[in-house]
Structures are given as C-alpha cells and as structure tokens.
C-alpha cells in the first residue's frame, strides 16, 4: 500500500514558476513509477509527466514540454514537478499518481494509487 500527500500549489502570476510536492509513505516508492496529472474545472483529468522507478526516464505532456520537468528524490519518497513559464491555462488541480512497476505510462488507469490533489492557480 502506498499514500501519497501532495503540496506546494497556489496562486500565481503568469510567467511565474511553481514547484509542487508529491511525498510517498511506504517502503516500495523505489520500485514504483510515478506520474503527475491535473484536472481543471468542467474537464477531463490529463497527463501532465511521468518518471520511471529509476528517475531516469521522463515523459511530458506536449503542452508542457519545455517548461515542467518531473524529479524525485529517493532519500526522501519525494517527486517533484517544477513548472516555470506558467499560464493561465495550467490552472487545475494537480495529483501525483504512483504504479508498481518500473515504467511510466501516460494512462491514468495503469496508476494504482493517488493523492488528493493540490491547487495550483495562475492568474494576474
């Protein structure tokens, strides 16, 4: 079983940058890849990036490419999305999602376990 806590949204302005948090419990985060998503009001929730168990590989989201880059830290069961160059269209509830296996994918149905979610809001 995996929990994971996400932190690290708020309002900022466009062109600003933002890095939330995605803490995991559990001694399995290793061997676990992760993934970030978000869903904005009256739509569907998308793939923003993913990073395999490793840390080694990363997938983004075309709309993102180029500004967000996903980490993680295994000392601390952390990954992290950094986002720079935000827009008023990155507005949405951002969720870290964990799978236990060592690849990453972009489908929100091949990851097993979520946290609640953090806000993250750009607007001037």
């Known amino acids: 079983q995996v929990q994971l806590e996400e932190s690290g949204g708020g309002l900022v302005q466009p062109g600003a940058s933002l890095k939330v948090s995605c803490v995991a419990s559990g001694r399995t985060f290793g061997t676990h890849a992760m993934a970030w998503f978000r869903q904005a009001p009256g739509k569907a929730r998308e793939f923003v990036a993913a990073?395999?168990?490793?840390?080694?590989?990363?997938d983004y989201s075309d709309s993102v490419k180029g500004r967000f880059t996903a980490t993680r830290d295994s000392a601390k069961n952390t990954v992290f999305l950094q986002m720079s160059g935000l827009k008023p269209e990155d507005t949405a509830v951002y969720y870290c999602?964990?799978?236990?296996?060592?690849?990453?994918?972009?489908?929100?149905?091949?990851?097993?376990?979520w946290g609640q979610g953090t806000q993250v809001t750009v607007s001037s």
């Open positions: 990073i395999g168990a490793r840390g080694n590989i990363a």
């Open positions: 999602a964990a799978r236990p296996y060592f690849s990453a994918t972009r489908l929100d149905a091949d990851y097993l376990y």
